[in-house]
């Protein structure tokens, strides 16, 4: 994508490490907290590929051994001149574009629907971090927290997306951050709620329906925001959304790493229903072509 000298966005914050005695297990967020995070991340669907990614990613010691960095509010660089410091890296300046681009679309988009887009923060974290959520760790990937409103990435996650998953490319990046983006629309607009109410009420198989109709619908929204973008997409770019959005479906996330497809597991949609759902909102420019995923919530 080409942003050339657009601006970067001033809600976004960087965590640096601090040390919580104990660590995830004792005194920490334990493991229950981090499986709840499972909804609504970004990529790596349900609890039973969370724990195998855990496992691929350094054991499952890291849900309860001690000693991890995690971050205290107060270590967190805030304000509009710590949002410029932490923009200056180079690995995250393009983030904080996209970010401050997701700004603008859904400005626009909310306006246009008679309401007032409030934009989520963007919080970079080194290996461990904390959230409203609970603790925030690399391996469980990019997330939206919606009790702090915040997105909760690890700039190494994209360094695995292109290495491990063969989804290289600075709009894949971009496509990750449109999807948590989208999840905090959900929260905007109460779809979050509904689901969350639905799920309530739901057996496992039902609730992990319904959170796939979610995720899909934050894909959407995600092409959504791209299509209100074009000027800024060079060639390829999509085509890098696609191989990101193939790389990330559920089915070929359990293929690779149990070497088998539990459908009835899948949390976040198949890497087909993943790149349909980009696609229709890049085709459709607008939320509306995203309602179906929930309709009748």
Do not use: K
């Amino acid at each position: 994508m080409r942003f050339g000298g657009r601006r970067t966005s001033s809600n976004v914050e960087s965590q640096r490490g601090g040390r919580l005695g104990g660590g995830f297990g004792r005194g920490g967020a334990g493991a229950g907290m981090l499986l709840s995070l499972v909804a609504s991340r970004f990529g790596i669907g349900g609890v039973v590929v969370l724990v195998i990614v855990f496992m691929l990613f350094g054991g499952l010691g890291s849900l309860t051994g001690g000693g991890q960095q995690a971050v205290s509010p107060n270590q967190a660089s805030r304000g509009e001149q710590g949002a410029q410091q932490v923009c200056e890296a180079a690995n995250r300046r393009f983030l904080c574009q996209v970010l401050a681009s997701t700004e603008d679309r859904w400005t626009e988009l909310f306006r246009a629907a008679g309401s007032r887009y409030a934009p989520p923060t963007l919080s970079f974290y080194p290996g461990y971090g904390q959230s409203a959520c609970g603790a925030a760790e690399a391996a469980m990937g990019p997330f939206y927290c919606p009790a702090d409103r915040t997105i909760y990435l690890d700039t190494s996650f994209f360094d695995e997306l292109a290495r491990r998953y063969g989804a290289p490319g600075d709009f894949a990046q971009a496509y990750v951050v449109a999807h948590e983006v989208g999840h905090h629309v959900q929260t905007l607009t109460g779809t979050s709620d509904a689901i969350r109410q639905a799920q309530s009420a739901a057996g496992r198989g039902e609730s992990n329906a319904l959170q796939v109709r979610m995720e899909l619908q934050a894909d959407c929204y995600a092409g959504v925001w791209a299509a209100r973008e074009r000027t800024a997409m060079e060639p390829g770019d999509l085509e890098e959304g696609m191989i990101a959005a193939a790389a990330i479906g559920d089915d070929a996330l359990q293929r690779a790493t149990q070497g088998r497809v539990v459908p009835e597991s899948f949390t976040h949609g198949t890497s087909a229903q993943r790149q349909e759902a980009l696609m229709r909102g890049w085709r459709g420019g607008a939320p509306e072509a995203c309602e179906s995923y929930t309709a009748g919530i």
